[in-house]
């Protein structure tokens, strides 16, 4: 298909999933939370069945488990959980941050410094609502860049397995956004250096760290 063709229209499902999985992810719906596909289908103005549809995608992606007589429940994570989210995530993009370094090209660097620069410049000027999701387009770019077959594909699955809200992000502390920066410019400066062995063990701590502030906060 051709970038002048018109895509195809969301489905029902899959907008009733989309809208979901984000309210789950960000966790404006918190774990423990009841879903009820008929409550679901008149805040979304659909009938039941795509709202089931999606419940069911949401099951396979195990945000959300059945109970019996409760039907569906957002599932909810404690600290091993977040432990081992961070865990696999340093180990996903650290590797992909070491198998960056051996192919990026510079145009691709030269967006990853500009995305960078973007950073750097709404934390001067205190936009720090802005950050966490330009570290996550940071973040997945550099591990598409060293996994394209299915690397990049896995990060995003680790990425959308565990809810985080949007005010306990790191990024919002004013403390962290420096030494986040500063993680971030030492990436860079591997990538450019074809260091992997660097880029990776500067990956695993930054997103350590990351998982020591939230289980602090």
Aim: glycine fraction near 8%.
């Amino acid at each position: 298909m051709s970038s002048s063709e018109p895509r195809p229209p969301m489905s029902k499902a899959e907008y009733v999933y989309s809208v979901l999985l984000d309210e789950i992810r960000s966790a404006r719906i918190p774990g423990g939370t009841a879903l009820r596909a008929g409550e679901v289908a008149k805040r979304l103005g659909v009938s039941v069945t795509p709202v089931r549809e999606a419940l069911r995608r949401l099951e396979k992606d195990r945000l959300i488990s059945y109970e019996a007589h409760h039907g569906a429940t957002v599932v909810d994570l404690g600290d091993e959980a977040l432990a081992e989210y961070y865990g696999v995530r340093s180990v996903v993009e650290g590797l992909g941050a070491r198998l960056a370094a051996a192919r990026i090209t510079p145009e691709e660097l030269a967006a990853l410094r500009e995305l960078h620069a973007s950073m750097a410049d709404d934390a001067a000027h205190g936009r720090h609502e802005r950050l966490g999701e330009q570290s996550l387009r940071f973040h997945l770019r550099i591990v598409d860049i060293g996994g394209p077959a299915f690397l990049g594909e896995h990060a995003r699955s680790v990425r959308n397995s565990f809810p985080v809200p949007a005010e306990a992000s790191l990024w919002l502390d004013e403390t962290q956004v420096n030494v986040q920066l500063a993680a971030h410019e030492g990436i860079l400066a591997a990538l450019e250096a074809g260091d992997g062995e660097r880029a990776e063990r500067i990956m695993i701590e930054h997103v350590r760290r990351a998982g020591e502030f939230r289980q602090h906060h």
